[in-house]
């Protein structure tokens, strides 16, 4: 065997040997029943979520003989991230398959240097159309139910001076962005329990829709107006919506658009999954200067700028089919003053008036704010009836609470505080009725003057007439 190799090294090329044994281990080697995917971290410039998906399911996955893993977390995480350190295994399984999943990190090539990442998920060849077609996509969901839950909900604005993203990157549009930590909940909203369960149904039937949405061939979104006075809860209301549905806001103001094409830019780089705020939309200039124009004719239309036709298209138009699972809310506290054409049906679905306070909002209130019921408390028959034929808005009603911390010196000072209202409200009441009768009082008294100075002029005339016919 020794004299065979010795001559076939003498005799054939290194490059033929070679080519050679690599046929021979081609042809009888034998053929691994595993297949591997290679799952890199980035593609191309942008970031892979297949990576991202599997690298948060397997948090959730890893096994107590793993040996070594990777703990971080940012100031911006509610838990600690969970992650594998490199060559480390997990092994997963689904159904009647075993997988394999493995964590490599190579060092990249130079001059940019730096670590490619990368996971490798091995499984028999066999199952290969179910991890491709069932396995994957439940990763994909089991990751955003996980994100979900650790979410932190974000504020984005265009007047943001910084960015709270974790690769410290501005969103296009110009937005900035703040961690939202706003407090409020649909269980702590001063509202009518109907109201509230009705809009709660309806949030909750508008995300289970998507397929219904595809089917009539509408874009998966929903609007929604809500019109009253300040202090009604407009605000709290995005505030639980956003805490409810775990989507982040995206405060707009119109004012600091100058065009309908920038006013695209800036929503095309809005999420999916999102809230879109416009408040005071009775405010806009450009919606006001529509009004005015179609008052007045001879007003110049002022081309390159924001429109109202550039606001419907963004909201109902071609431009409003890019993204799914957004939410647009407009606030007012003048319903009436709002274009017609933007309350046209099919771009704000749902009108909802945030009325003054009511006696279950109330009962709320002292719930969250005193921890009381209205069991066997005297103030709250009283307060109920000042409720009753007073205009107080629930943000009037929950300072008033929030002044002491002795129940009944907060209902006390409730009570006093909406009979000063109600005093207020009948002394105006009574001087626009006084004032309308010293109207009518001065109404009378220059009819009287004007009577007189008629009959005076009636008998001037008449003394010349005589004086003629006595001449």
């Known amino acids: 065997m020794m004299l065979v190799r010795s001559v076939a090294n003498e005799l054939i090329p290194h490059q033929l040997r070679s080519y050679l044994y690599s046929a021979f281990r081609y042809f009888f080697t034998p053929l691994s029943p595993d297949l591997t995917l290679a ?12 990576y991202e998906a599997a690298e948060v399911y ?41 997988l394999t999943w493995r964590f490599v990190c190579t060092e990249g090539q130079k001059p940019h240097g730096g670590e490619k990442k990368h996971f490798e998920l091995s ?41 709270c993203e974790d690769d410290n990157e501005r969103r296009g549009g110009s937005w900035g962005s703040i961690i939202l930590e706003h407090p409020a909940t649909f269980d702590t909203l001063a509202m009518d329990p109907a109201l509230k369960k009705m809009i709660i149904d309806d949030l909750e039937m508008f995300l289970r829709r998507k397929a219904y949405y595809k089917k009539v061939g509408k874009a998966w979104k929903r609007g929604y107006l809500l019109y009253g006075p300040p202090g009604t809860g407009k605000s ?12 982040d806001i995206y405060d707009l103001g119109l004012t600091s658009v100058r065009s ?26 450009e919606v006001l200067e529509r009004q005015m124009r179609n008052k007045n004719k001879k007003l110049p239309d002022k081309t390159g700028q924001l429109t109202l036709s550039g606001i419907l298209n963004c909201i ?54 005193l921890g009381i019921s209205s069991k066997h408390n005297p103030f709250f028959a009283e307060i109920d009836s000042l409720l009753n034929s007073t205009e107080a808005t629930p943000a009037e ?35 626009k009725a006084t004032g309308c009768g010293e109207v009518d009082s001065s109404v009378r008294r220059l009819n009287a003057i004007v009577s007189r100075v008629k009959r005076l002029k ?3 005339d008449r003394r010349k007439i005589m004086m003629r016919k006595r001449k």
């Not at 948090?59 to 992650?83: A, D, M, V, Y």
């Not at 699972?325 to 007012?332: A, D, G, N, S, W």
Request: hydrophobic letters at 35%; charged letters at 30%.
């Open 39 to 50: 799952i890199d971290e980035r593609c191309g410039m942008s970031k892979n979520q297949v």
């Open 58 to 98: 397997l948090s959730t996955r890893i096994s107590p003989k793993t040996e070594r893993l990777k703990l971080s977390k940012t100031r911006k995480q509610k838990h600690f991230t969970i992650g594998l350190e490199k060559g480390e295994l997990v092994v997963d399984g689904f159904e009647d398959v075993r």
């Open 123 to 163: 499984f028999n060849k066999k199952h290969k159309d179910k991890v491709l077609d069932f396995y994957l996509p439940y990763v994909f969901l089991k990751a955003e139910e996980i994100k979900k839950q650790d979410k932190m909900i974000k504020l984005y604005s265009r007047q943001c001076p910084f960015s």
């Open 236 to 247: 709290s209301l995005v505030a639980a919506m956003a805490n409810y549905l775990k989507f």
């Open 260 to 285: 309908d094409a920038e006013l695209r830019r800036t929503l095309l780089s809005t999420t999916n999954r999102s809230i879109l705020l416009i408040e005071d939309i009775d405010c806009s200039s």
């Open 316 to 369: 109902d138009g071609l431009w409003s089919s890019c993204g799914d699972e957004r939410i647009i809310v407009f606030t007012t506290n003048y319903k009436d003053r709002i274009d017609p054409a933007l309350l046209r049906p099919g771009r704000m679905d749902l009108h909802i008036n945030m009325s003054y306070c009511t006696t279950d909002g109330f009962r709320l209130l002292a719930s969250n704010y």
């Open 397 to 431: 009603a929950a300072e008033e609470l929030m002044k002491s911390d002795d129940p009944n010196i907060a209902l006390q000072g409730l009570v006093n505080f909406l009979k000063r209202k109600r005093d207020e409200a009948d002394d105006e009441t009574e001087n």
């Open 458 to 460: 009636t008998n001037v």
